[in-house]
């Protein structure tokens, strides 16, 4: 009797073990379908991303290279200081989106150009996204907003 008590309880606690393992797996393929990586113009422009990677870029909108198209067409480019990536993107902008302003966009990089499906601006004067204003500051081109 001792045994088969002792048997059983080894049998759950190692299907207890595989079903930790089965959820840890089916999580882990779920939330990687979900992550997107951020990158500055320069990572992009040095090892370019597969096609088939979503991700994320941020920087300035280059002054001059706002160009809007038919439709809801635009194109521009998005900088860091130390490369541009020309930007498409087909949708509506948000309103504070301009030159020479701060931007993320999510979307893929291909045959050269980002093509984005999503594009964010700055919600104020003063705000910048986090990873734009590390990627500004690591190429040397961030300036502290003035109070």
């Known amino acids: ?6 048997q059983r309880r080894i049998q759950v606690i190692a299907l207890a073990a595989i ?9 882990g393929t779920a939330l990687k379908d979900g ?3 951020f990158r500055s113009p320069s990572q992009v422009m040095e090892t370019p991303p ?32 130390g490369a541009t990536v020309p930007v498409t993107f087909t949708g509506v902008l948000p309103d504070l989106f ?5 931007m993320v966009g999510t979307g893929k990089y291909i045959n050269g150009v980002f093509e984005a ?9 003063t705000y910048m996204p986090k990873e734009v204003v590390d990627a500004l ?6 300036q502290e907003p003035e109070t």
């Not at 009797?1 to 002792?6: H, I, P, S």
């Not at 300035?60 to 160009?67: I, N, W």
């Not at 301009?98 to 701060?102: C, I, L, M, T, V």
Request: charge should be negative; proline fraction near 3%.
């Open 50 to 81: 597969p096609p088939s990677e979503t991700f994320r870029i941020g920087g300035l909108v280059e002054e001059g290279s706002l160009v809007r198209g038919q439709g809801e067409a635009v194109r521009f480019s998005v900088t860091d200081g």
């Open 19 to 27: 079903a930790l393992v089965v959820a840890t797996i089916a999580i």
């Open 98 to 102: 301009e030159e020479n302003q701060g």
């Open 137 to 142: 500051k690591a190429q040397g081109v961030y």
């Open 1 to 6: 009797m001792k045994n088969l008590k002792k």
């Open 35 to 37: 992550i997107n990586y």
């Open 117 to 125: 499906s999503e594009i964010l601006a700055k919600h104020d004067e």
